[in-house]
């Protein structure tokens, strides 16, 4: 089994070797420009010999069958070719339009976010909206039920209302010593922005 490999091993490579040089034959004692004829030395023309046509190449002997591993196979069988799909007569190929990017209408109009209910009272937001950016915001509810309640909400819904509008977003610090109404008025308006494809 194995002389049998080493002697396919052999055979397989001086093959080869024949059809490269079968190919590109090697050109011993040519110029560049082929030979020369006629008198060198007197004063004579000399005038360059056609080139000589080239070989056409020859195809390789092609290898098939088998399974790689015991180097069995036919050598100079043909492969088989797979049929290339043509189409069908009358069949026209049209090219597709050329496609155009669809830009989304920007937003306009108010909207008002959800009701949301917190430790200290409901907040709930309102913006307005022209072509896609915030220009206005308000509370419309927000904690006031204690005296307390009402101070933190009267310093901190101007400062919430400040980083809205500079945000154009829901990306919002929120106020210190306002936690509650400042999630509140996050969670709200990211309502009112949904509504307002934002």
Known sequence: MGAKRVLLIAGGTIGGLGAVLSITPPQFGSTAGGTLSGNKLGGGTTTPAAPTPTQAPTKAPVVSGGNGDDG?????????ATKKSTPSKGATSTPAAPVTPVTPAKASGTFTGSTQNTRYGPVQVEITVANGKIT???ALQYPKNDYR????SQQAIP???QETLAANS???QGVGGASYTSQGWYDSLLSALAKAGM
């Not at 069995?72 to 088989?80: E, N, R, S, V």
């Open 149 to 152: 309640s009402q101070q933190i």
């Open 136 to 138: 206005a915001a308000k």
């Open 159 to 161: 400062f919430l209302v």
């Open 170 to 172: 829901a990306s919002i």
């Open 72 to 80: 069995a196979g036919t050598i100079g069988a043909k492969p088989t």
